[in-house]
């Protein structure tokens, strides 16, 4: 079956612009979370979706913001850009609500994203 | 806060040569405790995991982790590595009642034939 897609797979955006990034889970999965991966950081979680409900969010500014559809595709938009969000962002979806705690997690491949 | 630690950013070994990589969390109370590899230009997949009973876990590929609760450690290793074990490798941790999932910075494994 199709793994987690995510879209688009690379992108460039200016300082100040807006964008946003799609996250199709595998067929039946319903929980959806969200992670930015840079080289110094390694992944930080974002956010956390299941059944279009927002179960948890990470240490981000607001101009993150996510959501889910009732398909269970997830969105998540990041606003007024700046350097410091040039990152990988991916995206993970899980079966059941348990995901994040059990581990059986499934990743994309990610959305570049460069600022410039 | 849950923070996990991987002090080793950049490890380089020769095949058959023995693995451990480190790992540290910061929280007091239950957690269940992950190792996630990366392959080159593959998706991160869960290479082993702890929730309970013997600290000693075993996961794919000939990978195992320790969980040492009273240094609030769970380091992987491998007896003998091999080339295709060229990847990079996070620890994670979810503390129990937490719908989140923290990661460590990561170590890059480079593995010479």
């Known amino acids: 079956k199709a793994g987690v897609t995510q879209t688009p797979r690379y992108l460039i955006k200016t300082r100040g612009q807006q964008v946003t990034l799609s996250c199709s889970p595998i067929?039946?999965?319903?929980?959806v979370s969200w992670y930015q991966q840079t080289p110094g950081q390694g992944l930080q979680f974002l956010f956390e979706?299941?059944?279009?409900?927002?179960?948890n969010k990470g240490n981000f500014p607001g101009r993150f913001s996510g959501r889910q559809f009732s398909n269970s595709r997830s969105e998540m938009n990041v606003s007024t850009l700046e350097l410091g969000d040039s990152a990988l962002y991916l995206c993970?979806?899980?079966?059941?609500?348990?995901?994040?705690?059990?581990?059986?997690?499934?990743f994309g491949e990610g959305s570049r994203l460069t600022v410039l | 806060a849950q923070s996990v630690s991987q002090h080793n950013h950049h490890v380089i070994l020769s095949e058959a040569a023995s693995l451990e990589l480190g790992c540290n969390y910061s929280?007091?109370?239950?957690?269940?405790l992950f190792w996630y590899v990366q392959y080159p230009g593959q998706h991160l997949q869960l290479l082993l995991k702890?929730?309970?009973?013997?600290?000693l876990v075993k996961g794919i590929k000939g990978f195992e982790a320790e969980f040492i609760k009273s240094k609030f450690s769970f380091n992987l290793r491998k007896p003998s590595v091999q080339w295709s074990d060229t990847a990079e490798y996070f620890c994670?941790?979810?503390?129990?009642?937490?719908?989140?999932?923290?990661f460590g910075t990561g170590t890059r494994l480079l593995v010479s034939p």
């Open positions: 067929s039946g999965h319903r929980s």
């Open positions: 979706y299941f059944s279009e409900t927002q179960r």
């Open positions: 994670a941790v979810n503390a129990l009642g937490f719908q989140k999932l923290v």
């Open positions: 702890y929730f309970s009973g013997d600290p």
């Open positions: 993970a979806s899980s079966l059941s609500g348990q995901g994040i705690v059990t581990g059986e997690l499934f």
């Open positions: 929280y007091g109370g239950t957690v269940n």
